[in-house]
């Protein structure tokens, strides 16, 4: 039993699973080298950071990652775990990248990779399977979602939340209707429905196999809509209500929004509360260093950052340089950026390690806003 | 395993004159630059410079630091067969006693230093705020030959009488070594930076440690004597920006010193970086109303008021109306609105209520300012 | 950040009755079961019971301790917010005093203790060979609601006048502490594993040490005034198999415990792992001429003779017609040929010359051989 | 220049290369599942741990991998490279599988390697490559062999070593015929030449990339064979001879006969001279435990065995149980398995985890071993 005397859940029969294998390129010339995953976001995190620190606070030890193309830069971000605590001899992080050789293998979609790796899920030693992706951008901890799981007996519960302003990025969302006390009704992708479905759910393991084996049994392709949607009937599904701050990212345009919504002060404070909550890699840069000429108002600056010019509304990435005279507007610059004199941006997002010369004049809509590729110099 | 080069980093000053920072602090742990500790410049040289086999002496107050050094993450200094070992007073089966001077620092952790038989010892501090190649140091220190060379900084004629003054020959030979002369002959001020023939250290620890009337110090004691005997010492010029922030005006003037575009030392110079620990806040949000000149500022903070010259450490706010002028906020300040700072270095996690007005006017020392005293220097 | 529980391992004494096996080294360190030291064992139940908050209090000879822990690798106990700090004695700005006892360790790093705001503070010890699991001990104490619970054993009604002996209640609350009782009225010996209310320990410890002629010492001064004071004491079964490994009789029993087939404590057993430091030595080799019988032996060992209840650490060589009997060998030892070993303890890196004979009888302590004796003792 | 005062050689201007592209899955079941860098060898190593521990302890501080096939043993296995002291700020261990997605890609072979982590190779500090396989098992360190490189100033330095009495797997090799001071003369397949080029050698960054470059142009798909061998008369080619012990593993034959050659105590000492040269990841297995009915004897023993049978002339890795009456000889048990009572083994190789039921007999042959592929229960 987990659990424990007096109310104590012992979390750490719990793993963690990000599952990228069903999430698209989304964000043009920033995924063609990398997995949406991996994209820089807020200034100094990638995307996944909100995930695995979500996991690693909550006292998480063990997480396992499903990704199957475009990983390098994900891995390499990653690293052992360390910089989320996660490079334990028990437990830890476990890339799990599509390196597999079983000839008679019939397996598809994301159930190729849990079926490639069985060994490994047999192996631990959790009871419960935390599954989330990475496009749900969130400060929580999972234990009240945990202990809702457990308390109402549920074999699969599903964190949700609600948003009142529905957004072009919630069409790809599978909503919830929910019953009396929280369990799921229906899971339909109704476009004016706001109760929408995270993507993160709680599974007992045994039930997840059990699952997937069913699945693979019949050619299917998804475990969550081929092995829980489609079985609403026979599990009993409950949800899970979350309502703190979160956004959903799944393109360009929902990229582009929800950065430039953290601008503002309340949202800020809400995703970052609790100060280091959410963990990334370790980098290693000088304090940002404003100079006697440079004015910047309403940013989101990394550390790194040597700003002669003129920046607003803004997001910089580490290491960004904006030289005097130079304009950045309504942009996301990300690491290593060079802006050279006198040159004007907006509506601009520009992956790392791009160098705009002198006097370039850059600018895209916002409803449209103009991507360039790493490494260019224009 | 023998190494060819240990190097001894004393990190055990009680830091007197840095008043309130080093109340609870091992003074190589104050906090610096905005994000780093004291101590990460000298670590950060050591890596640098591939300097692996690294023992850091401490004493006073360490929790802080030895938290901050760890196993040495940071500066690589995680090493299987040598890296950094922390070196903190012990008993031993006679009993024990506290590190009474550099040179006893050293003489009680022999043990540490026999175990990789080294040819050199590099004795370095902790609280000085430089970039140094401590490899062409010892390189130097091989063409001359040398039992011991000393790095040394031309300090300006007029401060010769704060320092320790080397007198040399021409090819930089030391024949006189004088503790803050009144008529100097030299501006040759030494750095506390030393190495030494090991095996000609430490037979000289050894006989100094028989001493009872000495105090056990390299500055007054070991280096004398050597002078006295007649060994090979040489000083070695270094030229780059060096500042030893024992005091709270020179602590303060070397941060004023890292806002000027010309200095030397560059935080972000990518062939010499300065390593310490990351936090994990987020980057800093610039507000509507902030104006920001000649300044440095970490993540997590959220600036609304004005800064001019002024250094902000990670998680600081200020408010709306507020000017910080030639300030250092500490991790974790809150200075709320309509506030004026002047000269002021505020400690970790103070929060400065609305309408505060606190300076030091340019003759005084800037104010230190911790809850303890908050009220009090408040106009 | 607030974390219910704070362990406080005791690492720091001498070991005297130790003899050689301490003459430079801090008992925790001493060298155990043929790869791990002492205090592997209580790291590795802090691993196991998931007690991630951990200071190590040293002051006895640290160095080899200090680089064997590090930062607690193996023990995951290398954690962001918490994991395992060491306490080495230190000064403060009024001067600064060695642990005088095991109470005045704990409360001279009350500043370490408070970060973390806990509920309950566990003492251990360094020097025990045990598997515990802390947290159950520390559900009982939540479940008795005590001030104190303390873990204890049940040792032969002989023996009791050996150690610290609790009497009890039929409840186990605890009414009396004697130390080595001539006639006990229990059985119940106190294991020196502690479990308090943070709280209530720390007005007692504070109190304690304002009093001169207090030895600072839990056992001596601190649960006696809580029991005068009538507190909440409980006693907790344990009933594993628990050895105080403190004189080299003792030290030399539990390797010899080890090689029992039935012991509950087993250092296979998946399911309570020990944790230690790995060698990168090749597997051993094992040669023709070997008979290895009831003995345990690590890798780098080549063996060649014959092994009897003896235990082999690793990289040891046992030449040709070599006869080993119950004894223990310490990494690095080197056995020439045609030896005889009875009921001796060799340390580190001693060779043995061909032909020696080395015996203890079975009423003698077994003997510590190391270079110094090794001539003395040679029969 | 790397020449500094006084004959100190700079290694730290060095990184290595382990490029696995070429070898073949050699053993058989061993290899269904692993690349033959990943095989367990020697009682408690890998195959791998032999070239990256020579690095390591040559002081090279940046070590890549080059591998295509399943990797993932070999991913568990390295880790963060902590555990040969890898994992670092400055340099540390890179593992390059080949996730990546340049449509214009025309390369080929091991050359797709070096082009697709072009960036990888240019971003680096180092002037100087080292690059070796997996199938050279030696004990050494590399300082000698780029001093010889730096003072011969020749573009390539190979490593070599002789052979005096030639066995099957040497004719898989490329052998060596030097001219005078070292000059490498010819490379051929030659099966009477015992001198052997181990696969080690040296090469500036700078002629690599450019050499790679023309390889590609022309549709090559071998760096060694392409753009060193068939440029013999092009470059100047050095040869650096090592006398030390060494093997070549390439075939199941040649895997147990050098398995078989380590329990003869002379070679033995040679491999592992040195103390604790040759690294590993990490265990944490007891030491071994022998019980009073066991009999072994010249064998090669891992921690974590208990040992109540009898052993003779085997190998047997972490964690092996031999029971009562079992008898196992000439044989290579690996991590975990369980010989049951009674049970009898001869000439067999057993990956790991493999039960071997109540009195079964096994039995292959000298020249044949039973090799048995993991997680059986015979």
Excluded at chain 2, 112 to 122: F, S
Excluded at chain 2, 126 to 139: E, F, Q
Excluded at chain 2, 227 to 245: M, P, T
Excluded at chain 2, 305 to 321: A, C, P, R, W
Aim: negative net charge; hydrophobic residues 35%.
């Amino acid at each position: 039993m987990v659990r424990l005397l007096k109310g104590v859940f012992r979390i750490d029969t719990m793993m963690g699973l990000i599952n990228l294998e069903h999430e698209h390129d989304f964000l043009n010339e920033l995924t063609y080298f990398r997995c949406g995953a991996a994209v820089p976001f807020a200034g100094r995190f990638r995307m996944i950071d909100f995930t695995l620190s979500n996991m690693a606070k909550s006292n998480i030890s063990e997480v396992a990652i499903f990704t199957r193309n475009k990983y390098r830069s994900l891995m390499d971000h990653l690293g052992s775990g360390a910089d989320w605590d996660l490079d334990r001899r028990h437990g830890g992080l476990f890339i799990l990248p599509p390196d597999w050789n079983d000839p008679t293998d019939i397996s598809k979609g994301d159930l190729s990779h849990f079926h490639n790796n069985r060994d490994y899920f047999e192996r631990g030693k959790s009871d419960y399977v935390l599954i989330s992706g990475s496009q749900f951008i969130s400060n929580t901890v999972y234990q009240q979602l945990f202990e809702h799981h457990l308390e109402t007996g549920a074999d699969v519960t599903l964190l949700t939340t609600t948003y009142q302003d529905l957004l072009p990025e919630h069409n790809g969302c599978i909503k919830v209707k929910v019953a009396e006390e929280g369990s799921v009704a229906s899971l339909t992708n109704d476009p004016k429905n706001p109760h929408v479905f995270s993507g993160v759910y709680v599974i007992r393991k045994s039930l997840l196999l059990e699952l997937v084996d069913e699945c693979i049994a019949d050619y299917k392709n998804h475990f969550f809509m081929d092995g829980i949607k489609a079985n609403l009937n026979r599990l009993t599904i409950q949800s899970y209500h979350y309502d703190g701050y979160s956004s959903i990212i799944n393109s360009v345009d929902s990229y582009y929004r929800q950065t430039m919504a953290l601008l503002e002060t309340k949202s800020y404070k809400q995703l970052f509360s609790d100060g280091e909550h959410v963990l990334t890699k370790v980098g290693n840069q000088a304090p940002t260093k404003y100079s006697g000429e440079s004015k910047v108002t309403k940013s989101l600056v990394a550390t790194g950052c040597v700003i002669d010019g003129e920046v607003d509304h803004s997001v910089l990435f580490r290491g960004v340089k904006v030289s005097e005279g130079a304009v950045v507007k309504n942009s996301v610059i990300m690491q290593r950026c060079t802006i050279e004199p006198g040159a004007r941006l907006e509506n601009v997002i520009m992956d790392k390690d791009v160098t705009i010369t002198k006097d370039q004049v850059l600018k895209g809509a916002k409803e449209q806003p103009f991507v360039i590729a790493k490494r260019r110099k224009i | 395993m023998k190494k060819e080069c240990v190097t001894m980093l004393l990190a055990g000053g009680v830091g007197t004159r840095l008043g309130l920072l080093t109340k609870n602090l091992a003074k190589p742990a104050v906090p610096f630059g905005g994000r780093y500790r004291i101590i990460d410049f000298a670590l950060s040289n050591c890596l640098n410079s591939r300097m692996h086999t690294v023992g850091v002496l401490t004493q006073y107050s360490p929790l802080e630091l030895h938290k901050h050094i760890g196993v040495g993450k940071p500066w690589d200094l995680d090493r299987m067969e040598d890296g950094l070992t922390i070196l903190s007073p012990f008993t031993e089966k006679d009993g024990g006693s506290w590190y009474l001077g550099t040179a006893d620092a050293i003489i009680k952790n022999k043990n540490y230093v026999e175990r990789y038989d080294p040819e050199y010892l590099i004795v370095i501090s902790g609280d000085h705020i430089y970039h140094m190649d401590y490899d062409a140091l010892l390189n130097h220190h091989k063409e001359k030959e040398a039992d011991v060379t000393i790095s040394v900084v031309e300090v300006p004629w007029k401060e010769t009488s704060r320092f320790g003054i080397l007198n040399t020959t021409d090819n930089l030979r030391i024949y006189e070594f004088e503790e803050k002369p009144t008529n100097a002959k030299s501006n040759l001020a030494s750095m506390g930076i030393y190495i030494f023939n090991w095996k000609v250290l430490k037979g000289y620890l050894e006989e100094d440690a028989k001493l009872q009337e000495s105090k056990h110090d390299f500055g007054q004691n070991i280096l004398p004597a050597m002078i006295a005997d007649n060994l090979q010492l040489y000083a070695y010029r270094f030229d780059g920006y060096w500042k030893d922030v024992g005091t709270i005006e020179s602590y303060w003037e070397a941060h004023m010193d890292l806002l000027k575009e010309d200095l030397s030392l560059s935080l972000n110079n990518n062939e010499w970086r300065t390593y310490s620990h990351d936090s994990n806040f987020a980057p800093q949000l610039i507000e509507e109303t902030a104006v920001l000149h000649h300044s440095l500022v970490n993540n997590g903070c959220i600036v609304s008021g004005k800064l001019d010259h002024s250094i902000l450490f990670e998680n600081v706010y200020v408010d709306e109306g507020s000017v910080i002028n030639q300030s250092i906020l500490h991790p974790g300040v809150r200075v709320g609105a309509n506030v004026f700072l002047e000269r002021v270095i505020v400690q970790e996690n103070v929060t400065i209520p609305d309408g505060s007005k606190i300076a030091a006017s340019k003759n005084e020392e800037p104010i230190v300012l911790s809850n303890s005293n908050l009220k009090a220097v408040t106009i």
